[in-house]
């Protein structure tokens, strides 16, 4: 049982079926009203040594959290519908 958020923050999520690596998780989406965790949220790789940004980021639903490890969380479900666009910064 995790009890604070200091304790899944920077593990390791990582796709049960594809096997492969999303990143590490840093945020949570919650439910104000009810006070539950309805998501974790792992941001998209950088791209080109991350000057230019970072592609898109993961939503996870709760619900799709197999096991929370030492140092990893296993996840499983569709990739695609994960993806979520990020908030484009503007220069000026």
């Known amino acids: 049982m995790v009890n604070r958020f200091s304790e899944l923050r920077n ?3 990582i796709h049960i ?8 998780m840093n945020d949570l ?5 009810c006070g ?5 949220i792992v941001p998209g790789p950088c ?3 991350g000057l230019f940004g970072r592609e898109d980021d993961y939503v996870i639903p709760w619900g ?6 030492e140092d990893i969380l296993l996840v499983d479900g569709p990739l ?5 666009p990020r908030k484009r910064k503007k220069l000026f």
């Open 11 to 13: 593990k390791e999520v």
């Open 36 to 40: 539950q965790v309805r998501a974790i």
């Open 17 to 24: 079926c594809e096997g492969c690596r999303l990143g590490y």
């Open 29 to 33: 989406l919650i439910d104000l009203d």
């Open 64 to 69: 799709c959290i197999r096991r929370i490890g």
């Open 47 to 49: 791209k080109f040594l």
């Open 80 to 84: 695609a519908e994960w993806k979520t």
